[in-house]
């Protein structure tokens, strides 16, 4: 099947005074319709950098990204526009995306005005309609943002970014900024919608615990890079880069009788702006050898379907 979504080398460079911080190198990712891919990494790796070129609401310094295979980086603003019911984003924090002085029924009904796809009588019930289908009550249309919690807050992002019946939306770490105990009913949430709306996700977080149970495919970045990309069984069982071993090993077990070492990264993650040469990990990396130094490890398929980018394979 034609994929819904393709990155095609997609780079993006941002001028930082007389430097070039290399915010996304080199990113080449495929997205089936009805597939959930997840994007892992620390803060400042350039997920959502990548999130938010797929939507293009950032251009990429080079490479192109096709939607439903059409480049969208040529498209004018009037194709741009129509593309965006079809393309949404959910964002990080549900208390500074939403507007303070708009009422629930104007945030998620703002869609629909852009749009004119719907008016009075007609908007408020799409709005209802939209609020049930988040698990909020008709009723809650009348109130403002900071009468809800920050579930419920993300739940009206989220009933925003389905207003105009997408098929692919963008997760910006959508359950970072909630308490634990929020975060899987958000998940859950996302899942059933995905169901029942036949959606297509691409899921950024900055940790694996979640990510796994939603995805079906997860990728994994360091410093703008690209260092593991499998399905999400391989990459949290036998996880082959370095990094995604230390990243998982922070994750909690369940099951306290198996044991799993807990790999403690050490020091930061390098600036952007002057990333160490060879192996972008090398610096925080135990297995470092001789030519990670030297040599930028290839993007190679170790197993069939599992890639990495690591001098060990
Ligand atoms: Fe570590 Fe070398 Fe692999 Fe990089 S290429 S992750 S430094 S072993
Ligand atoms: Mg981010």
Known sequence: ????????????????????????????????????????????????????????????????????????????????????????????????????????????????????????????????????????????????????SGGQRQRIGIARALALNPKFIVCDEPISALDVSIQAQIVNLLKSLQEKMDLTYLFIAHDLSMVKYISDRILVMYLGNMVELSDSVSLTEEPLHPYTQALLSAVPIPDPTTKRERIVLDGDVPSPISPPSGCVFRTRCKMAMDICGSQVPEWKEVKPNHFTACHLY
Do not use: W
């Open 1 to 148: 099947d034609k994929p819904l979504v393709e990155i095609k080398n997609i780079k993006k460079y941002f001028k930082v005074q007389d430097n070039v911080l290399k915010a996304v190198n080199n990113v080449n990712l495929t997205i089936q319709k009805g597939e959930t891919v997840g994007l892992v990494g620390e803060s400042g790796c350039g997920k959502s950098t990548v999130g938010k070129t797929i939507i293009r609401l950032l251009e990429p310094t080079a490479g192109e990204v096709l939607f439903e295979g059409k480049n969208i980086n040529r498209y004018n603003s009037k194709e741009l526009k129509e593309m965006r019911k079809d393309a949404q984003i959910i964002f990080q924090d549900p208390y500074a995306s939403l507007n303070p002085r708009m009422k629930v029924e104007d945030i998620v009904g703002e869609p629909l005005d852009i749009h004119h796809l719907a008016k009075g009588k007609q908007r408020k019930e799409r709005v209802k309609e939209l609020l049930e289908l988040v698990g909020l009550r008709p009723e809650h249309a009348n109130r403002f943002p900071h009468e809800f």
